[in-house]
DNA sequence: GCTATTTGACCTTA
DNA sequence: TAAGGTCAAATAGC
């Protein structure tokens, strides 16, 4: 490992004090979403904001568990540690709200011209995640493209807010496997959500969106436990998610099959807060999938990262 | 028939 | 002019 981290500071202690950071960071981001919730006149931006943090904490603590000791773990800190300040939540508030371009009339391919923005001139706030599996913010995208990537072995994929047409939400976000072994994805967001996902629960979503992973809910509820698929309606949008995927890897290789998973596969995380210690949660947290589920987990995974390699 | 995805073409920027 | 981002017609799936 080459670098920014001295190659003694990767050591286990290290990575457990930044797997802590997280764990603690997200727990606190938890509490104060949980008061911006309970306070009906808050600009709902806050609670947007804050669960993006939120979602960036436990995906930054799962980058971290997920890279064994001695593979490029430092990079992915690294790659944390430049992000966070992007995510500092005083600056996320004023970033600009663009208004959106695009006319009531179709315009044809000759009037492109008119609402085309081009990302690198826009003042949209941008991020980016490194995470070993794919994940789900929780939000409902569409697949708009796919390119080819200049000295990049996989193409990048790119996604647009579901509501952009209904309600003007400009966020935008691509996906782009920068890794096989261990297995890497960077996920770049672009502008903030300015819709109202009607699907959308207050609960945080934390899923794993690779074709046949099972879907992760953090619930602010200890009590919360049980599988609610049934009595959560929002579920269906993480379907919509789950399909966008698996039938984009399947268009590109029919030799591969995948398995599907039905939204029972859902299982809810326990409150994190109860834990004593950071690694005990992520003791029981692992716990929580059963065999069939981990083993479904894997499978998904392997299976995909065959069809990108 | 509706909705989402694919993919070639188009557009902007460096 | 090359590269990257987006559009929109064609296509597929439900």
Redesign the pocket.
């Given at each position: 490992m080459e670098g920014f981290w001295p190659e003694n500071l990767v050591s286990t202690n290290f990575i457990q004090k930044k797997v802590n950071d997280e764990l603690v960071a997200g727990q606190e981001l938890a509490k104060q979403l949980r008061n911006v919730l309970a306070k009906s006149d808050d600009d709902p931006r806050s609670a947007e904001d804050l669960m993006m943090q939120i979602v960036k904490s436990f995906s930054n603590t799962l980058s971290i568990l997920n890279f064994e000791e001695g593979h490029d773990v430092a990079s992915v800190i690294s790659q944390i540690q430049t992000d966070l300040p992007c995510l500092d939540a005083r600056k996320m508030k004023d970033h600009s709200r663009e208004s959106f371009r695009?006319s009531t009339t179709?315009?044809?391919?000759?009037?492109?011209?008119a609402?085309?923005?081009?990302?690198?001139?826009s003042s949209l706030r941008t991020w980016n995640i490194d995470t070993p599996t794919l994940i789900n913010d929780g939000q409902t995208w569409?697949?708009?493209?796919?390119?080819?990537?200049?000295?990049?072995k996989y193409p990048?994929h790119?996604f647009?807010c579901?509501y952009k047409y209904d309600q003007g939400c400009k966020a935008?976000k691509?996906i782009q496997r920068i890794q096989v072994n261990p297995p890497l994805y960077r996920t770049t967001y672009?502008g903030n959500h300015t819709c109202r996902n009607l699907h959308q629960d207050p609960e945080l979503i934390l899923d794993c969106t690779s074709p046949s992973d099972t879907s992760i809910f953090i619930s602010f509820d200890s009590t919360n436990l049980i599988n609610k698929q049934d009595h959560v309606p929002f579920l269906s949008s993480l379907s919509?998610i789950k399909?966008?995927i698996k039938?984009?890897i399947?268009?590109?290789d029919a030799n591969h099959s995948f398995q599907t998973f039905s939204s029972s596969d859902n299982f809810m995380f326990p409150d994190l807060a109860a834990f004593p210690s950071p690694a005990e949660a992520m003791a029981v947290l692992s716990s929580t999938l059963d065999q069939s589920d981990y083993g479904d987990a894997m499978y998904g995974m392997t299976e995909y990262d065959n069809f990108l390699s």
């Open positions: 695009r179709t315009p044809t391919k000759k009037d492109r011209r609402f085309y923005d081009r990302r690198r001139t569409r697949k708009y493209g796919q390119k080819v990537i200049l000295n990049a990048r790119y647009r579901t935008t691509q672009f919509s399909q966008e039938e984009d399947i268009t590109c």
